[in-house]
């Protein structure tokens, strides 16, 4: 049964690797959101002591603020992973996705919760749904981001414009039948592996335009190898079988 996501537990999941600079503002312009959303912070033991901001915060909101620390640098598919763990294993109905640096605009959580009401079972903050909506990227990030996605069309025949999208929302029934022991990209390729397999299963996923800003305060995470791990990763998705967890 659906229930009105008024009524829902909404949980975003944030991986942090030295955030300390967006973190407090992040923390205030989420929970200050209509629709009760919570945020579980999964960080991979930052130096810079962006853990420690998240507990100073953990003080004021205890029961909407929640951290998960590891205990290394573990690769952004493996924090999502052990967040969307977390969030099942304590009933969340609507868990996301979303970077903390501010390229994604906390204020579009609402419209993708509208998505999800609207009937989708994966909301998806598209950066190429609608032309090319990024902001301050340099061409040469710009032109590998946008051809990753249509590399990803033409090898998967997914419907989905911007496959390499970090701002996510699953119904918790998504992340319930994926098995998640099974998937096998950890870093930029993650993102394609996870709407691949949503697509690949029967789920329905809707792309909702967004414009994506690049960071002003922090440092990027991305490099070449993470790009090398989706290149590869993508051709073997189309012969892989997708079966639901039991």
């Not at 909301?123 to 990030?141: E, H, T």
């Not at 394609?192 to 414009?211: C, D, H, P, Q, R």
């Amino acid at each position: 049964m659906q229930y009105p996501f008024d009524k829902m537990r909404k949980l975003i999941i944030i991986p942090t690797y030295n955030e300390r600079e967006n973190m407090e503002a992040m923390v205030a312009k989420v929970l200050s959101l209509p629709g009760d959303y919570s945020i579980l912070v999964v960080d991979d033991a930052s130096p810079d002591g962006t853990a420690d901001i998240v507990r100073r915060l953990m003080a004021l909101h205890p029961e909407r603020l929640y951290l998960l620390e590891r205990e290394g640098k573990l690769g952004l598919g493996t924090a999502y992973i052990a967040g969307f763990r977390w969030a099942l294993e304590r009933g969340y109905d609507a868990i996301y996705e979303m970077d903390c640096d501010f390229s994604h605009d906390p204020d579009d959580l609402l419209r993708l919760t509208a998505e999800l009401e609207g009937g989708a079972d994966v909301a998806i903050g598209s950066r190429y749904v609608s032309g090319v909506n990024v902001v301050n990227w340099p061409m040469r990030r710009l032109l590998l981001s946008f051809c990753a996605s249509r590399y990803v069309n033409i090898v998967t025949r997914m419907p989905v414009r911007d496959a390499t999208a970090g701002f996510v929302a699953y119904r918790a029934e998504v992340l319930r039948t994926i098995d998640l022991d099974r998937v096998r990209m950890h870093g930029y390729g993650f993102q394609i592996e996870m709407k691949y397999t949503a697509w690949k299963l029967g789920f329905k996923i809707s792309e909702v335009s967004i414009i994506f800003r690049d960071r002003t305060l922090g440092t990027s995470k991305m490099s070449g190898s993470i790009f090398g791990e989706a290149f590869w990763g993508v051709l073997t998705l189309r012969f892989r079988r997708f079966g639901r967890r039991v």
